[in-house]
């Protein structure tokens, strides 16, 4: 409500209030005059006497509407007050609301610096958001560079090693050469020397070999033995392998022992009886 009405309310309900107390005043002092006596009035005193017996009737019903109306005046008047205090407290009311809410030259002051803070502050999160972008992009470019530079460290690492091998083979090599020539050389005297004993033995030959036991303990006559030793003109493992079948089929002349201690290891001892001019002798042979 605008204040002028406001204000022309007020005024119209103070002045309904003034005719109202003027009225009440001029009923109560209405009813506080006395009854004036008339000389009629004595006159007839005494017939009124005589009619008191009789019951009374008001005989003014116009007051009795006027006490009516006051009465209702009085219930209007407090509904009246009611409503005056209320449209008070309601005008109180709105002057304190614009009293807090109405603008003032530093509540724009302190509205514009807000709206210009609120306005840093997107540009402030415009920025930091294009900030992180680049903090990203800048960071992958670090890892791979950081990835780049380790494979040039490991190359470097590997290049390194394989120089100081180079270079500790370069500082051996005479070393390793003279190792090498010695190992040789004792290599070429061992197949030398196995050489000349294989030579020796072939040129060698057939051998006879005569032993003379007397007689002694062991040995109760006096024993003549001849061995003979033959090389075949066959290697070592034909010469092995032919004899090894003759012993497992006993192919030996008149009397043959044969014993196998292992299934690699056979013995055979045979004798044989040799026909001479002044006589026979016995022959053994001993095989393993």
Known sequence: ????????????????????????????????????STPARKGCSKRSTKRSKQPYKNPNPVWKRRKEELRNLRIETKELETQVAFLRLRDTH?????ECMGTTKGQELW?????REREGYQQAQAENSHLKQSIKRYKKIS?????????????ASSLQ?????VHGLRLLGTTVFNRLECRVQARLQELDTFLHDNRTTTEAGD?????IYQQESLHPVSVVEF????LMPFSAEKTSTSVWDIMKLGDFLNEKL??????????SEGWYNQPLKCGVQQCSDHTV
């Open 207 to 211: 051998a006879d070999q005569i032993r």
């Open 143 to 155: 890892d791979t560079l950081q990835a780049a530079l380790e494979n040039v460290e490991n190359n």
């Open 227 to 230: 061995t003979r030793n033959r």
């Open 258 to 267: 044969i014993s196998t201690p292992s299934e690699d290891d056979m013995a």
């Open 161 to 165: 090693g394989e120089m100081r091998i």
């Open 94 to 98: 709105a002057k304190l609301f614009d």
């Open 1 to 36: 409500m605008p204040p002028t009405d406001q204000l022309s309310t007020n005024a119209t309900i103070t002045c309904d209030f003034d005719v109202l107390e003027e009225f009440l005043e001029e009923m109560k002092a209405f009813d506080c005059q006395p009854a004036t």
């Open 111 to 115: 509205k514009a610096a807000a709206k």
